[in-house]
């Protein structure tokens, strides 16, 4: 995956100069390489009434102009001489004496090189350079306009919390810890992208995540070698262990308590700044059919809702491959009756089934196309009247039987109730392909592929552990969570299907 | 990427016992009860079943026993260490040879009757063609996915099956199933001799054995694994004279579909059941055949070290078609069939037991 | 990593092969759904001599049939549907056509010639047969041979014999039902409600009869303009699997008491001259043997009844104690009335074991039937020496929600 692409020639300049001593050959420098842009703010000053010279150098708009305004500068113009503290001269040691005796916030750091100096202004932090000495102090002073914490859009839920990522990799990071207070909570931080250098997390458990597995993960990071990272959708396509196959082979979620009971079932999450979208791996197909509303619910109605989804897995993948078959290749199975108003409403129809399907099906996948880039209100409005009246009208016109309706709308309502996405998605295409197949054989070639993508699902791994766990490599404690969800008090264990280190999660099994 | 211990190249006993059973599962289920009604009267067939699956259970059992000596060391291997290479190189390719036999005899077996019940048009070339390109796939993955995936079907294909025989229950006709114990013992020994030649399959574990975790439970898992078709079949048997009695049943050619066309399912939802039944049942016959057709890579390659696994399914893949064209007609694939039981019986049973007198005799063990 | 490319392309250049055909493929539109099938010898030989002039040579078969097949046009069942593009065909559901050959796969591929769909038998219902091809040497089990050794079809079509011809049962155009077969298809299946319909027996059941040597037998049917009546039974000899005569309809009541075969009907008695209607809810049936000398064997039938009083013309308490013992006895009567008349057609005249006694023979008593099974019906007729009799108890579980109806004096007249 790491030869996919090729290492592209350094083109910046050369960037780790240390600073220079005098104010101004620090700022002429700055602006230079920056291009002196608009929102480029360098607000200079003095301390004391000395002729020392101080320079704040910041991106408007990305820092917390009060922090900066209250906390330092302020500080530096106003408090400092009244304090009557004095003030060592110029040199490493002033800075520190700025550092811990002046300057009133929380995160501040030395610098010494240009490069190190960019890399945090640009990421929104303020530099404080003094005339004289040939270092920088770096003050986080992040406060850019962030979405508010809001209901996640893809993935609501009835009965749950409503907070979701946002594009603000501190929100997200908050959100976890809120939820997972321990001390054995991870964050490891990575850049990735070369050019846009955005901030990951990696989040696990130190004591329960397979230490094998979370080194995996970073190994697979680490050989990320582009310019930028828009999206956690790239890092997903670059560690996922097979790009051919339509399955995703790691979770995509905007909630943060699907991250943290990820984290303590032994799992991975990937935490990517400005998108709400995480990553958690690895995942498994039975996972992906899971919601946390599973278990947030009581058990009876988790375990009927999570075997609807199952079914509603074969009707949005099948639906209309067996429609294709019966009515083309085995009338005989489907009941007199049925057969035979199947085949009064088709008389007049001029296409054979397979096309009739194939030209439905094509339909949906256009309306719900439409429906994502039209506003909100209209989008949905738009994806279910125009699918009924296109319908109707399709009907009445003679083109299309009833009967292909019904099976198409089924099988767009039947993917709906999958809760992942992205296996929502894989599941239109695959839509087509069984289709062909039952357009040949019929019910045989329906088998066929049945058996074919299930081949392709046994072989398909997620960062090593198997996709069809626990139904291949049976571990038949983790079936308390498969098809049923077991009453909670029975679930002691944490699943095996990550190889977690700490198996017990509940010390007795005693309800109240 | 083998980070996740579990994952990979070791099966479980409980796993074993089920792709055993999914490897005797095959084509014997549709015709043994046609055989067994040939010989014995009414209802009593089915302690032919019970006969003949024993017999299966034991050679099973001695050649999980004469695997087991060997726990880490391939077919070809052992088979040298007691007899040295010469004769295991012949062996190991005599083996060779019958799993390539074996998957041809399956894969036409999916043709012909899909052809006879799915389709009528069609070629059966097309229709065989088809299913092998499907076994190919398969078997091109890795060999624990392949295996796994026995995990996954036969629980599918147990249910439809134990649903076919719960809906036809009502059609039983208690006339035909009285009067018991009318054969005699000759007689059910024939029929016994049927059901084990129909019931191949407990040969793989002559070659499954060293992917297993714990090798030493190979002999019992081997009659666990029987257990299963074993119950299976005599359910079916009891159940397909119960409702066809026995003259009918003899007059059959595929019994099981029979009894499968005569399901109906209340509501009338689905209404030709034995075409769902047939769909599960190319499942297992899958199995088999992916199984079939990953002996005879092993084998072979124990023998021809240098081809890789993916040259070994381009050049088998032709043979395998070519020879599973040859039949003409049914009744020459029947006799195909009947020929390669026997073969099987030679190769699979009689030589493995040899192989393991001989080895107890001469004290061969893993460790030489 | 190349080999596995490789074998992937290859694996993808064969797939683009597979979509040269569909061989199979056929719209379900253009199919033609065939739900009854009926069965007669020709009444003209006309046909015959033309085929004889055309192919003096060609091979032939014993028998010729005349064969009618029913099939379904799916656009006569949506009356008044939505459609526009559907070409009203009238009101007619079905299409009847007739044709005439030696073998019934012929026959089915004639009709390839004349018909836009080709027959699909996957939904067959039911298949009716006129007596005189019941009645011949081996007609019957030849004009069942298609329909039992195709694999298309189900063994669950139901077959009836036609008192005289069989196409008219076919060619019925009932009022308020849009296809003939199925019509008569839920007519049979009315045994819960009349004793006197033979349960359905299936093409598979058929199948069994035939090759096992037991006599049995199969309902009948009749049919006017507009309707048809599945009552009575045509009984089969065993062994030559020809049909001897017909059993009335009182007589197949009877025969459905003696084998078992009662899921509801209705009893009459006359009480005191007046009548009084039972209402079946079930019942069974016990056989006792007594086999000591196989020239005169002995067989008791005891039946057991129970039911409800439905009707009753007979003023009086029906809530006592005796007033039912008494109509028991009477019900009871009757059955034994109807039972012995369909012992005496079946045992006397017909001297055919349609009442289950071999079978109960081979149940309980194998290895006398071992000896005996050749002399059975035949040879020695150890069935027609033997002696047969009937004893019925009838239980009434329930009066109904009303006692009397009116209040009649004793005395007055009627």
């Known amino acids: 995956m790491a030869s996919q692409l090729k290492r592209r020639p350094q083109q910046t300049p050369d960037l780790s100069t240390p600073l220079y001593p005098r104010l101004e050959e620090n700022l002429t420098a700055i602006k230079q390489t920056l291009g002196n842009p608009q929102d480029l703010i360098v607000r200079t000053f003095s301390i004391d009434n000395t002729s020392l010279t101080c320079a704040v150098v910041c991106f408007d708009g990305l820092v917390d102009s009060d922090l900066i305004n209250d906390k330092v500068v302020k500080h530096i113009q106003l408090t400092l001489p009244a304090s009557g503290k004095k003030l060592p001269p110029p040199g490493e040691e002033m800075l520190t004496f700025l550092l811990r005796e002046v300057l009133s916030t929380i995160e501040v750091k030395l610098e010494s090189t240009f490069e190190a100096m960019y890399d945090r202004v640009l990421a929104g932090d303020t530099a404080l350079f003094v005339d004289g000495t040939a270092q920088t102090i770096v003050i986080d002073s992040r406060g850019w306009q962030t979405r508010t914490i809001d209901e996640p859009v893809s993935e609501g839920l009835v009965r749950g919390p409503r907070e979701g990522f946002t594009e603000n990799i501190r929100d997200n990071t908050m959100l976890v810890r809120r939820r997972v207070r321990d001390v054995q909570l991870r964050f490891d931080t990575m850049n990735v992208g070369r050019r846009s250098k955005t901030d990951l997390i990696i989040a696990y458990m130190q004591d329960i995540a397979n230490p094998a597995l979370v080194q995996e993960v970073k190994r697979r990071l680490a050989t990320i070698d582009v310019d930028e990272v828009e999206e956690s959708g790239f890092i997903e396509q670059w560690i996922e262990d097979d790009f051919l196959s339509p399955f995703p082979q790691c979770q995509v979620t905007e909630r943060p308590d699907k991250v943290a009971s990820a984290l303590f079932q032994g799992r991975v999450a990937i935490l990517l700044d400005g998108t709400p979208m995480g990553l958690i791996v690895p995942v498994t197909f039975s996972m992906l059919l899971h919601s946390p509303e599973d278990f947030y619910e009581r058990w009876i109605v988790g375990t009927l809702a999570r075997l609807l989804r199952y079914v509603a897995a074969f009707l949005a993948v099948f639906s209309p491959a067996l429609y294709v078959a019966l009515v083309t290749y085995h009338p005989g199975l489907i009941p007199s009756d049925l057969a035979f108003s199947i085949a009064a409403t088709r008389e007049g129809v001029p296409f054979p089934a397979f096309v009739e399907a194939l030209l439905m099906v094509a339909t949906m996948e256009l309306l719900q196309e439409a429906g994502l880039r039209l506003p909100k209100p209209i989008g949905q409005t738009v994806g279910i009247v125009g699918g009924l009246v296109i319908g109707e009208s399709a009907v009445s016109a003679g083109l299309v039987s009833p009967v292909m309706v019904i099976v198409v709308a089924l099988t767009a309502i039947a993917s709906f109730a999958i809760p992942a996405y992205n296996l929502a998605l894989t599941f239109r295409m695959i839509r087509f392909v069984v289709m062909f197949a039952a357009a040949i054989f019929g019910l045989y070639g329906v088998v066929l592929m049945f058996v074919a993508i299930f081949i392709h699902l046994a072989n398909l791994t997620s960062l090593g552990v198997p996709y069809l766990t626990p139904f291949a490599p049976q571990l038949l404690n983790d079936w308390k969570d498969l098809l049923l969800r077991a009453p909670v008090t029975f679930m002691r264990k944490r699943p095996e299907t990550g190889q977690p280190k700490d198996h017990i999660r509940m010390k007795t099994g005693d309800a109240p | 990427m083998n980070n996740v211990p579990y994952a990979d190249q070791k099966i479980r006993t409980r796993e074993m016992v089920i792709i055993i059973a999914n490897a005797v599962i095959g084509v014997g289920i549709l015709t043994f009860p046609r055989s067994i009604a040939k010989e014995t009267d009414a209802f009593d067939g089915w302690i032919s079943v019970l006969i003949g699956g024993a017999a299966v259970c034991l050679i099973g059992w001695l050649l999980g026993k004469l695997a087991s000596r060997f726990p880490t060391r391939t077919y070809f291997d052992y088979v040298a260490l007691i007899v040295g290479r010469p004769f295991a190189y012949l062996l190991t390719l005599l083996f060779g040879v019958y799993s390539i036999l074996m998957v041809s005899f399956e894969v036409r077996a999916v043709g012909n009757i899909a052809k006879q019940y799915l389709f009528t048009n069609t070629p059966v070339e097309m229709i065989t063609l088809a299913f092998l390109l499907i076994v190919q796939y398969a078997v091109a993955g890795s060999r624990m996915a392949l295996l796994r995936l026995n995990l996954i079907f036969l629980p599918i294909v147990l249910l439809v099956i134990l649903m076919v025989q719960m809906y036809t229950l009502r059609f039983l006709e208690w006339e035909n199933v009285r009067p018991f114990f009318s054969t005699d013992w000759t007689t059910l020994l024939k029929g016994a001799k049927g059901v084990t030649l129909s019931m191949s399959g407990p040969e793989i574990v002559l070659f499954y054995t060293l992917l297993m975790k714990r090798p030493q439970d190979a002999p019992k898992s081997v009659i666990l694994g029987l257990a299963i078709p074993v119950l299976l079949y005599m359910t079916i048997y009891m159940v397909i004279i119960g409702v066809f009695s026995a003259a009918v049943a003899r007059n059959l050619t595929f019994p099981t579909i029979e009894l499968a066309k005569g399901v109906e399912v209340p509501g009338g939802f689905i209404e030709r059941v034995e075409s769902l039944f047939f769909t599960i049942w190319i499942m297992t016959i899958f199995n088999t055949c992916t199984i079939w057709f990953d002996l005879t890579i092993t084998a072979l390659r124990s023998v021809f070290t240098r081809l890789s696994k993916f040259a070994w399914i381009l050049i088998l893949s032709p043979i395998i078609y070519l020879i599973a064209m040859q039949p003409q007609n049914q009744v020459e694939f029947l006799t195909f069939g009947d020929r390669l039981s026997y073969i099987g019986v030679v190769i699979a049973y009689a030589i493995p037991l040899l192989l393991l007198t001989i080895a107890k005799l001469r004290g061969v063990k893993e460790s030489d | ?414």
Not at chain 3, 97 to 104: F, K, P, R, V
Not at chain 3, 246 to 255: D, K
Not at chain 3, 336 to 350: F, G, L, N, S, Y
């Open chain 3, 1 to 414: 990593m190349i080999d596995r490319r490789f074998v992937r392309t290859a694996l993808i250049g064969l797939c683009a092969f597979l979509t040269a055909g569909c061989w199979d493929q056929l719209p379900i539109e253009e199919r033609g759904f065939v739900i009854g099938v009926a069965i007669d010898f020709p009444r003209s030989s006309a046909a015959e001599e033309a085929a004889e002039k055309e192919a003096p040579d060609r091979p032939e078969g014993r028998w010729r049939f005349l064969v009618t097949h029913q099939f379904v046009v799916p656009g006569g069942l949506v009356s008044g549907s939505q459609q526009r593009g559907v070409q009203g065909s009238g009101n007619e559901a079905f299409l009847n056509i007739a044709s005439e050959g030696d073998s019934l796969l012929e026959i089915s591929s004639e009709l390839a010639t004349r018909s836009s769909r080709i027959p699909f038998y996957q939904h067959l219902k039911v298949l009716i047969i006129s007596e005189e091809v019941a009645k011949a040497n081996h007609a019957f089990a030849d004009a069942l041979d298609f329909f039992l050794r195709d694999p298309e079809l189900r063994r669950s079509s139901k077959v009836m014999i036609a008192k005289g011809d069989a196409r008219p049962v076919l060619e019925i155009s009932p009022i308020n039902e849009k296809l003939p077969a199925m019509y008569i298809n839920a007519v049979a299946e009315n045994i819960q409600k009349n004793a006197r319909i033979l349960p359905e027996i299936w093409l598979g059941e058929c199948h069994e009869n035939l090759m096992n040597e037991h006599s049995f037998v199969l309902p009948r049917i009749t049919s006017n303009e507009k309707e048809v009546k599945v009552a009575g039974a045509a009984v089969f000899n065993g062994k030559s699997n020809r049909m001897v005569g017909f059993l009335g309809e009182e007589e197949t009541e009877g025969l459905n008491f003696l084998t078992d075969r009662v899921k509801g009907g209705m009893l009459k008695a006359v009480l005191d001259r007046e009548l009084v209607t039972f209402n079946i809810e079930s019942a069974s049936r016990k056989i006792k043997a007594d086999t000591r000398h196989k020239e005169r064997m002995r067989f008791a039938y005891t039946i057991t009844c129970e039911g409800v009083i439905d009707e009753t013309f007979k003023p009086m308490n029906y809530l006592s104690k005796d007033a039912l013992k008494t109509l028991q006895d009477h019900l009871a009567k009757e059955i034994e009335r109807m039972a012995r008349d369909t012992i005496r057609k079946v045992h006397k005249q017909m001297k055919t074991d349609v009442l289950g006694l071999g079978t109960y023979l081979k149940q309980e008593h194998p290895h006398l039937w071992k000896q005996l099974k050749h002399d059975w019906e035949y040879g020695r007729n150890y069935f027609a020496s033997s002696e047969i009799d009937v004893k019925a108890t009838v239980y009434i579980r329930n009066v109904g929600e009303i006692n009397t109806t009116e209040t009649r004096s004793r005395n007055e007249v009627r």
